[in-house]
Nanobody
């Protein structure tokens, strides 16, 4: 059974940084053939894609985080990261990682809370 476990969330002041990690386990195929992404859901809002990275390491970001967030992956560790810099109050949300095998199977982590407040 595939499991994704996020970590690294917490409370940070505006302008601060956090690094989220998502470790995958129970995968029977090469994770480097799969796309991975980070989504977030703020209170009262729909879940939105924040950043994604393909099997070929192509990345894309929602406009609101471009230049501040960086997604990366370490296939040897089955882990995807989200480096978040210059955090703003509008970044407050529960952040979820996602794994997509490209064949209609998607898996989600349990989420990690990010709070930006002075």
């Amino acid at each position: 059974q595939v499991q994704l476990v996020e970590s690294g969330g917490g409370l940070v002041q505006p302008g601060g940084s956090l690094r989220l990690s998502c470790a995958a386990s129970g995968i029977f195929s090469d994770i480097n053939t799969m796309a991975m992404g980070w989504y977030r859901q703020a209170p009262g809002k729909q879940r939105e894609l924040v950043a994604a990275i393909t099997s070929g390491d192509r990345t894309n970001y929602v406009d609101s985080v471009k230049g501040r967030f960086t997604i990366s992956r370490n296939n040897a560790k089955n882990t995807v990261y989200l480096q978040m810099n210059s955090l703003k109050p509008e970044d407050v949300a529960v952040y979820y990682c996602e794994l997509d095998d490209g064949y209609g199977h998607r898996w989600w982590g349990q989420g990690t809370q990010v709070t930006v407040s002075s």
